[in-house]
């Protein structure tokens, strides 16, 4: 799979020590959107493209007795579904543990193309939907254990 880096130990995406994998594609929705640089990922796009299997992460992430999920992030996951979904599903072979999804898409955006209702049918999977909006309120979101930078996002629990 193509990822643009992974961070074996992360404290700040979660509220439990997390693997952090930054995936590499995005379309800008949020900036598109908003009509002015704002992505804090922006200069990910520049970034080197890794190519690393499924097993490799998780083997990573298994011989770590820090961490407790598995927090993907970075452009856009949702962007390179075949390979999240092919994590996620390895992943389920060898630990029960949170795997979290940080998506710019709205929660109707996923359902319409279809990502809910495959990624749903594994336990533990959390997705953290909605676009950064510049100038916005920050929150703190319950599920995620963490505050969030704009209104309208939010983390739900979809399995």
Known sequence: MRIKGLVDEDFVNYKKP????????????CEKEA??????NSDLARSPIIEISAENIIERYISNKITKSIVCGGLEPMDSFDDLSQLLYSFRDKSEDDFVIYTGYTKQECEQNGWISVLSKVPNVIIKFGRYIPNSTSHYDDILGINLNSEGQFAERIS
């Open 35 to 40: 009509k002015v640089h704002c992505c804090q």
């Open 18 to 29: 997390s693997m952090f994998i930054i995936f590499p594609y995005c379309t800008f929705k």
